[in-house]
């Protein structure tokens, strides 16, 4: 495989034309009990949520208020003491690269650092390649930019039209993990069946799967080239929009199930992070993705379905829109969930720990979510968002060194999921909720 460096990445690297974030400071606040203080504190000085996690809210620090914020004098840790510092070191690409063909197992360098869109474009088109008798290139659409919203499909024994595991990856362009989170899965798949793994040809002869790395492209190569923590697509707001210097839509917040839903976990400003559109499905992505999704559903069915997002180490199931609302299959997806976080706890070299549940219970309400429309409207007998490490010491910026343990533990916990799709694991005459 040719890779050759990117100038545009490397403008990321330089600075050159990228927002600049030397010496901005990403502080970890402890929120407890005491959420409504803290965001009236907070919101006396000019600062970004970073995001929110298990009763803390990290925020996003520019230089000249850095003073200020430590005149709150708020129970908080730093995360990052320079932002820009971090950037740089994470976007350090390794200048040689053999053919992944050389490679197997987990000795593939590509795990060892960041990379550019189109080697990325690059390694899936090769992927594709080394196993033409059980896959296809295919494809959800074009994004808002006219890019391919390219995926692998990936079959066993006896061809195509098996139940689908369907995943989406880099739904938010600055979470750089779930790509080769996803890349690592689909070479452990591919690189096992043709070596004759016995449990492997068994996940591919029974099910069919639908790999999508990159359902944001245009957000992503944004993060590359301009910001770094760029999250919505670049869809230009609408023309009726007061600011029309606000770009983009949350294509996690544009689906249209439980879009408009109350209590609100999206936004109808078009400056915000969570801006939900217009309407569901007008982000162009969304419209393809929802289009493949239901086809699917009316052919082979769907038997998995996980949004890949990070970070805070979760695994979320539906409905994110209310606390209380539990779906009936709760039971089996908590279980399903508590059996995978317990094989990558006591498999991984980190023994990394996932919390699981309903997203609206566990994180925080969200409307207009993949999972739950792919489970309501898409009918995907199992549905999550699984949230990437790290639990906050680095966030979305998380060090090329990193990378290696959270794919290699990913694929032990999927080893053990695809394992439990199973109906006859789950007792489904039980309770609605089990306790683990």
């Known amino acids: 495989m040719r890779f050759a460096l990117n100038f545009a990445w490397l403008s990321l690297v330089a600075g050159a034309t990228a927002t600049s974030y030397d010496g901005y400071q990403v502080r970890r606040v402890k929120t407890g009990t005491q959420l409504a203080s803290v965001k009236q504190k907070l919101s006396t000085i000019s600062h970004e949520t970073w995001d929110r996690v298990h009763g803390h809210w990290d925020v996003l620090i520019s230089r000249d208020q850095i003073g200020a914020f430590n005149a709150l004098g708020l129970n908080a840790r730093t995360l990052h003491e320079d932002l820009g510092h971090s950037i740089t070191k994470e976007a350090h690409v390794k200048g040689s690269w053999k053919r992944q063909s050389n490679h197997t197992g987990g000795d593939d360098p590509w795990f060892d650092s960041y990379h550019p869109y189109d080697d990325h474009v690059e390694w899936w088109q090769e992927l594709q390649k080394s196993f033409p008798q059980n896959s296809n290139w295919t494809s959800s659409g074009t994004s808002y930019e006219g890019r391919d919203l390219f995926g692998v499909h990936l079959w066993g024994a006896s061809g195509p039209g098996k139940p689908a595991v369907l995943y989406h990856g880099t739904v938010h362009a600055r979470e750089w993990i779930a790509a080769p989170v996803i890349e690592y899965i689909a070479k452990q798949l591919i690189d096992g069946y ?32 301009n910001d770094r923590l760029w999250r919505k697509n670049r869809q230009p707001p609408p023309a009726k929009a007061r600011n029309q210097t606000c770009i ?12 408009d839903a109350t209590p609100r976990g999206a936004s109808p400003n078009e400056c915000s992070q969570t801006y939900r559109g217009e309407k569901p499905r007008d982000a162009p992505e969304n419209a393809g993705l929802d289009d493949f999704a239901r086809k699917l559903r009316d052919s082979q069915g769907i038997k998995l379905f996980i949004d890949w997002h990070s970070y805070s180490q979760l695994i ?62 898409g009918r995907a ?28 533990e990913q694929w032990i916990g999927q080893q053990v999921l695809f394992s439990l799709l199973d109906e006859e694991f789950f007792d489904e005459t039980g309770p609605a909720i089990f306790t683990i």
């Open 248 to 259: 983009g839509r949350d294509i996690n917040r544009n689906w249209e199930t439980n879009w």
């Open 194 to 225: 043709k070596a004759g793994d016995n449990v492997t040809q068994a996940f591919l002869n029974k099910y069919d799967f639908y790999i999508f790395p990159f359902v944001n492209p245009d957000g992503f190569i944004y993060t590359q080239t």
């Open 316 to 377: 979320l199931s539906p409905f994110g829109h209310k606390e209380t609302l539990y779906a009936p299959e709760l039971g089996k997806w908590t279980k399903a969930a508590a059996l995978v976080s317990e094989a990558i706890r006591d498999g991984s070299s980190n023994a990394t720990t996932f919390t699981f549940g309903p997203s609206g219970a566990v994180l925080y309400p969200t409307t207009g979510s993949a999972p739950d429309h792919l489970y309501t409207i």
């Open 381 to 408: 007998e199992f549905s999550y968002t699984i949230e990437l490490p790290d639990f906050g010491d680095f966030g979305f910026v998380l060090p090329p060194e990193r990378i290696r343990p959270a794919v290699e």
